[in-house]
Nanobody, 124 residues
């Protein structure tokens, strides 16, 4: 019933940009905090960024702060991740997540719904 579908991944050179999208269905989107996580091969899934249900609060991992921007369009049931100045270490599968809360969680166990991920590969 609940479905999160990521898109916008691809292959880019270091220093380039990508904009990821996550389209949600089957949930009250405006009542959910949304987040992006990523997982590189052989590594744990890690927090990237989150946005509150109102869109007024944002959190970023230190590794992406100043380079990535999260936003949401509740009318479109979509959350975005604008990624600029991409680095090789940004290479990962990026996952969209959602949870019904007014808070802005940062741990993966706090999220109830997940997308299947979209691959982002940054080359030199």
């Amino acid at each position: 019933q609940v479905q999160l579908v990521e898109s916008g991944g691809g292959l880019v050179q270091a220093g380039g940009s990508l904009r990821l999208s996550c389209a949600a269905s089957g949930l009250t989107f405006s009542s959910n905090a949304m987040a992006w996580f990523r997982q590189a091969p052989g590594k744990e899934r890690e927090f990237v960024s989150a946005i509150s249900w109102s869109g007024s609060r944002f959190l970023y991992a230190d590794s992406v702060k100043g380079r990535f921007t999260i936003s949401r369009d509740n009318a479109k049931n979509t959350v975005y991740l604008q990624m600029n100045s991409l680095k090789l270490e940004d290479t990962a599968v990026y996952y969209c997540a959602a949870v019904y809360t007014m808070a802005v969680p940062t741990f993966r166990y706090e999220y109830d719904y997940w997308g299947q991920g979209t691959q982002v590969t940054v080359s030199s």
